[in-house]
């Protein structure tokens, strides 16, 4: 998939459905054309082009990208863990990472930290509940609280 294929198809929905998205959800940028050549900067140029392309049609555009080995197992991951190229976080507008321990996962518990949030509050985790046996990725939500490692611990003494 190419920017130029991705911007056509937008074009049909909207010219043959009528239909124009809010938001546009890439499963996953990464793995959309690239120079092989240039990997790296041409990850950086298509990260740019798919927020210029959501800017241009007011769209919403979200996509994933994958961390590299020094991100910490079940700890807090950050941009700093992004593999690649560090620019496709500089140019998105918020960075949410999901992060899970294995007592996490056995509870259905995860974690979203949102890294960055360019004119929003960033730097905070919110606990998400979740049902994927029922394919739900988030049932509820809160802000973490201070205790919440201590309750973990208590949990994983049991």
């Known amino acids: 998939?190419?920017?130029?294929?991705?911007?056509?198809?937008?074009?049909?929905?909207?010219?043959?459905?009528?239909?124009?998205?809010?938001?546009?959800?890439?499963?996953?940028?990464?793995?959309m054309y690239?120079?092989?050549?240039?990997?790296?900067?041409?990850?950086?140029?298509?990260?740019?082009?798919?927020?210029?392309?959501?800017?241009?049609?007011?769209?919403?555009?979200?996509?994933?990208?994958?961390?590299n080995r020094s991100a910490p197992p079940g700890g807090v991951s950050t941009g700093l863990h992004v593999a690649e190229d560090y620019s496709k976080i500089a140019?998105?507008?918020?960075?949410?990472?999901?992060?899970?321990?294995?007592?996490?996962?056995?509870?259905?518990l995860a974690r979203l930290f949102q890294d960055k949030g360019r004119t929003e509050k960033d730097k905070f985790t919110v606990l998400i509940s979740q049902?994927?046996?029922i394919g739900q990725f988030c049932i509820d939500s809160t802000k973490m609280s201070t205790t919440y490692w201590d309750d973990m611990r208590e949990f994983e003494d049991d």
Do not use: C, W
């Open 131 to 133: 049902a994927y046996e």
């Open 1 to 31: 998939l190419t920017i130029r294929d991705l911007e056509a198809y937008l074009d049909s929905l909207e010219g043959g459905e009528g239909f124009i998205p809010d938001l546009v959800l890439v499963d996953y940028a990464d793995l």
């Open 34 to 67: 690239v120079d092989p050549a240039a990997l790296r900067v041409g990850l950086g140029v298509l990260y740019k082009d798919l927020r210029g392309l959501g800017m241009k049609r007011n769209i919403a555009m979200a996509t994933v990208t994958q961390l």
């Open 91 to 108: 140019t998105a507008d918020y960075f949410l990472t999901y992060n899970q321990t294995a007592a996490e996962h056995a509870l259905g």
